[in-house]
């Protein structure tokens, strides 16, 4: 009997182990499908997400497209890392095909007399070096296929960590802004010669009645309004015509030995009266004794003019107009220095370009062209040299001008006519 006791409690014991056991399986059960729901919403979640980055990389990868303008990145290498379509249609190459290959070595790009430009002046290369922002004079790209097209180009680096890892270079074809842009030249230079000689002769005749005549104080006062206003016409035109001339490439450069000292003296001399009628103090000691170049005494002369002659025009009576000449070892670089009007700084990028005035130059003296500076800037440019400038609104400017000892021959049909701003 003992044992059979004993049997039936090991059967109980069973049937409570397995109800134990049961519970405990419904309790993993549940918990198991909780997670397994919990891991459900959280897959889906994923998908969703993943859903969503390549929607939203379609999306980025749509708009790239859509842009009309080219847009190549690379990488610290150079490298090309994206190219979209419009960059693939001017250049002539299929992005897949471009992508790890050096931009610098399969793109060529020539300056606008199709010279290559050297891979250390290449606008990315520049901006890898760490200039924040390039934008670069005109440049022509040569395509897949040998042809070449002008670009207007902006390159910006792409930053990460405060570090600069890549470029995004940004082009745009700008061949139809070329050919409006000739035929508006060669417009303004046909008009400028045929107003030229009459002009001359309107001066001409007006000064003979002038001195040959019988004529009242009222009438001579006439007379001299006339030659007065066919002299700033004819000084107009010149001005254009010299703009024609830059931009058809016709100006030549003939250097010749030049004391740039005595130079600079003679030309202060002719404008001592001026000075001394504006009440301006006219400063030129800052120079070495003596310090010849070759150069071309035309330009050096044009571009002395229109920044001393800025200078004079607007500093206020009492100013101070100053020339500091200094010599270094290839180059030399002249700094015409004033306290006048200065230019405001959310116009100071623009100063250069063609028909462009300060707002305040505007006010001071409103009969400019805004043309000066541009072909002082170009022909600086043809000496092979460089211009700059500092400027705060109220306090005056300083325009830097630097040239090499000697300057290039360059090849051209005509010169500048005039000597840049009269005063």
Known sequence: ?????????????????????????????????????????????????????????????????????????????????????SAQEMLGWHPESMVGKIFHDTVAIEDEKGVAIPIEKRPT???????????????????????KFPVAIKTSPIILDRKIVGA?????DITREKEIDKAKTEFVSLAAHQLRTPLTGISWIAEIFLENGRHTSKDKNYIKDIIFLARRLNNLVEVLLNV??????????????????????????EYKAVGEMQKLTIIFIKHPKKLVVVTDANLLNYILQNLFGNALRYTPVGGTVEIVLEEKKNSVIFAVRDTGIGIPEKE????????????????????????????????????????????????????????????????????????????
Request: aromatic residues 6%; proline residues 3%; glycine residues 12%.
């Open 1 to 85: 009997m003992p044992k059979i006791k004993n049997r039936e409690k090991t059967t109980e014991q069973l049937k409570e182990d397995l109800r134990k056991t049961r519970e405990e399986l419904a309790i993993q059960k549940w918990g198991l499908e909780k997670t397994l729901g919990g891991m459900k919403i959280l897959v889906a979640e994923l998908i969703q997400k993943g859903k969503d980055v390549e929607n939203a990389k379609a999306k980025d990868d749509a708009l790239l497209e859509s842009i009309g303008d080219g847009v190549i990145a690379v990488d610290m290498d150079g490298k090309i890392i994206l190219m979209n379509k």
């Open 125 to 147: 290369y520049l901006v890898l070096a760490g200039t924040t922002i390039t934008t670069g004079p005109t440049y022509q790209y040569v395509r897949k296929d040998k042809t």
């Open 168 to 172: 995004v270079e940004v082009f745009r």
């Open 244 to 269: 024609s001339r830059i931009e058809s490439g016709r100006i030549g450069v003939k250097p010749e030995p030049v004391d740039l000292v005595e130079f600079i003296g003679d030309f202060l001399r």
């Open 348 to 423: 100071k990028g623009s100063i250069f370009e063609k028909f462009v005035r300060a707002s305040n130059a505007v006010l001071t003296r409103p009969d400019g062209t805004g043309l000066g500076l541009f072909i002082a800037q170009e022909s600086v440019r043809l000496l092979g040299g460089k211009v700059w400038f500092k400027s705060k609104e109220g306090e005056g400017s300083t325009f830097y001008v630097e040239l090499p000892i000697i300057s290039e021959v360059k090849s051209g049909e005509v010169g500048l006519i005039g000597n840049g701003h009269k005063i």
